[in-house]
């Protein structure tokens, strides 16, 4: 096993080339509909700031999902034990986009990564800073901090082309309604909702937004806190087991590392007390998972014989 | 068995008194929940207008669901087989209130008589008219028409206070939208469809407003032709397989009537070429069809043997 | 609308022949798969015993779930009011051989005409007769009785071909035996039901045995009473809401009969107080219901304006 | 953090007591039923053998689902990549005992750790041995093996006492043959499942038995590889993601560990590199695992900062 990662992330910029090719890219809205498909990026960074890249690291993508590790995080922070009355950390093992369960279990979403956890997420913070544009800004300022970068931001076409497109949504959040299990105005949190996913980021920043979780919820670098220990090993063990939708066990079973993938095309991923990881290719699988990305991070662990495992 | 109708409906009365102290007043918006409970009226109405009534029979009450027989008829004259595509005409068999088999349907409701099928129905009846206003007009019009009674109109309190807690109602439009069926602006069509099921009408009302479904949709007594008897027969057949939500195979099995209940505490049925019934009594059983409307109904086809079967 | 029931019958015999080439014969067993195609019978017997036909009406098939009227009229005759607890009358709404509803509603079927439910009512004849040959021998003389023919019998072959891929119903009597809603032996109830269901007879044959059920539970040739006027009524009933699977309120709508199909391409049907129907075509629609029988049926409710409704 | 692990096993001994009052124990068969609630033992083991336990922990108690563990590595040692054909390792979400997600994802099941999963690969073994007392042989043999340990039984009353309640596992196993998922006579496997599920050992002995997971698939102390690295990282991830029901995602976020538990009251759990244990407490959570066992696992990772996270 080795640990030239330089050389180990540029033999999977090698071999992941052919898979580029595969998968579909995210057609829902025409903002992602148009993104190119062999695009190949992947970041890591160290305990100590170093970090190791391939590919256009420095290009900016829609985060989409990943978001909700940052909201999970902040929400988690604000509301510690009291998030579990609203949302679970149980696997949906669902399919089907999780409005059957929410029926069942009565609007209490399985966990906050599935579309309907996350809309609650963002409930509590718009209730919390009781205002959705404050909420909205609050929520970039978390991603600013914990990335260092002052510059990150939305990308407005998408978030408005996601709400043209956002009945499914629109229906969660209103089915949790109907159980008060959804605080303020379906429309002005759907909306925050879309702008939050709407953050592009590169593979750079987000490998360096993910340091925190791989270092006990405390940057490194600058050693800001920004969440506790026990708070960072748990947003990791949600990753782990809801990071990638009816397909985590798959991942937790072929990468064995906590996880998040976005629609976008990014994963991000931690290795406790090692790095944070991000990864970058559009093409979906058909569980709505990068394609590349999950196999260049199945690549990673294997040549580095790291795992939690 | 007897055919002297007004001893009948008088003993009924007589019987159901202790019935209607059992149940619950559909209690999810306050202007429903204020209704008083022991009120009990029953109607008839023959072929050649005659009509028999106990009990309180020219109350109105909330027609509730009972309006989708209404909207459902109109609609079919208009698109004919065309509704087929949008809506189905089987059982739904499910007790979730649907939103779980829309899903799995991608879409399409059961039939015309769950929510989200009847929104189907308001929805086209939209488009067909161009506007909601207009939409709205046409649905009260058709049932004056039918009911040869100008005064017929809806309780905007209760369709103002339906909007207020109408979430489920727009989680099932908004999936329908998500899934390309529903065509105009969902608030639009809820706030309509509220409307219609605002209607208020009495026993008496509502008796002759279905005499034209018990003679192969033309009112036999002006003889004018609202539907085709094809499409009447139809919507009897309808109203026997999907008429009492989930409690339907019941229904048919211990009354053996098309008929529609609404959760007002009124249900209307038709005995094909006889004569139409209306009853009213606004406790509800476990299903949330009218408890002693139900038995009345029972014990009427068994004191006359009457019944489809 | 006529009432030259034999030339009605020729009209649609000839209208019909195109349309034996569509659907597909039943495969699952190979005794049923050897079928051919286009084949086709209709038979109806009135009051008086005066009977038509038309096609290979002398012809034996397999009457598959026919047989579930026949053992549901035996037991409701046996246990009255007390069926009630072990199966229900409620349409299925479900595609999915209701193995998930019997799940969630703890092993109570929804209606005896589904696979759980007739395995449950034949259960219960087990238990009432003590013994599962005299129960086969109790149903066999039940079918004879009211066929007025000694004849009648299963064919042992097509049995023990349903017993060697019969896993999914030994599933559903295993779990319904877990929520003990299943008194006997397993395999002998589920073997007991395969030879009920092996079964063969023409359409002279069925439409001389329903003639109870289209005259109020008797036979008003020979005057027997087999069971009550109010039990055939609700038989009538619960073939309406459940006779064809999750195609029941499609097939009340388009046909408007209280009706029974079986995979082996028979449907029985009733026009109560008028007469009752048998057709056979054995190619099947995507629901398991014969295509060109079905047919037929809204054909001659077309031609001759009769229906419930 | 501390790692004086025999003073950590006396404290959460200690602090334990009281829960033990607390769940119910497992009483759907009269051999779990007569188990006394309130006792509890820990043990753990390290690299080089040393061992540590407080309480009853040479007591032999049933290990139930936890032989799901040992039969699901022994198989993907024999079927590697072949496994997946027939089991899937995706968490189920499912609280129904899987019979619906079964039907619906037909016959494959989610996971080795559901009892659906857990009877494949049982068939599995049947299948690979050509026999099933063979079989059972095998993976006795196997879990002596692992244990270092010729005496390892399993207890014949509670097989035999399983199998006369076993109607759901009966249901299970027809409905995946009904589906081409199982290759051998349902008796047979169904009957070796709950020989191997009533294997009898202690928290000393089943602390020893996983030690193998926690160093790669090798046993530490004799070098015996049993199953690749790769392969013991794989059931690791599934022990995270699937462990422990419908609450395995509860679990990996309050306690963090790879672990199994069995309805007989047991959990084994492994920290890669580092240690194998094992818990015994009798009284069940409403999810079906140790309700003691559970917390204690929890304080354990609290008070000595061991997670994978």
Redesign the interface.
């Known amino acids: 096993m080795s640990t030239d990662y330089q050389k180990i992330l540029e033999r999977i910029y090698k071999e992941i080339q052919l898979e580029l090719k595969k998968g579909k890219v995210a057609d829902y809205i025409p903002a992602l509909a148009k993104v190119k498909k062999e695009q190949f990026a992947m970041s890591l960074t160290l305990k100590d700031g170093t970090s190791y890249s391939v590919g256009c690291s420095d290009k900016k993508f829609s985060i989409q999902s990943i978001s909700k590790v940052f909201t999970f995080a902040q929400a988690l922070n604000i509301y510690s034990k009291d998030m579990y009355k609203r949302v ?7 399919p ?2 999780s ?3 929410l ?2 279990e009565n609007g209490i979403p ?2 906050p990564f599935i579309n309907a956890g996350a809309l609650v997420v963002t409930d509590m913070l718009v209730s919390h800073y009781k205002d959705n544009y404050k909420a909205l800004e609050k929520i970039l300022n978390f991603i600013r901090d914990i990335s260092s970068n002052l510059e990150i931001d939305f990308d407005a076409e998408v978030a408005k082309s996601e709400m043209e497109h956002g ?2 949504n ?3 959040a ?2 949790m ?2 159980f008060n299990n959804f605080d303020n105005r ?1 429309d002005d949190v759907v909306l925050t909702y879309f702008k939050q996913c709407a953050v592009t980021m590169s593979t750079n920043e987000l490998s360096r937004a993910m340091l925190f979780l791989a270092f006990g919820g405390k940057d490194p670098i600058n050693n800001k806190e920004f969440i506790t220990a026990s708070q ?3 947003v ?3 990753m ?3 990071g990638h939708y ?5 991942f ?2 072929h990468v ?1 590392l ?1 996880a998040k993938s976005g629609v976008g095309g990014g994963i991000v991923a931690v290795i ?1 007390n090692i790095m944070s990881i991000a990864v970058f290719a559009p093409a979906l699988n058909k569980y709505g998972n990068s394609h590349a990305g999950t196999l260049a991070l199945e690549k990673f662990t294997t040549y580095t014989g790291l ?3």
Request: net charge positive; proline share 6%.
């Open positions: 679970g950390v149980e696997p949906s093992g669902n089907f986009n409005l059957v369960q029926e069942y399985r966990n009945y499914r629109l229906a969660l209103n089915l309604k109907s379906v960072s090993k748990r990791n063990a949600v782990l087991t809801c009816d397909a985590s066990g798959e937790a079973y064995g906590p406790p795992s939690i495992f």
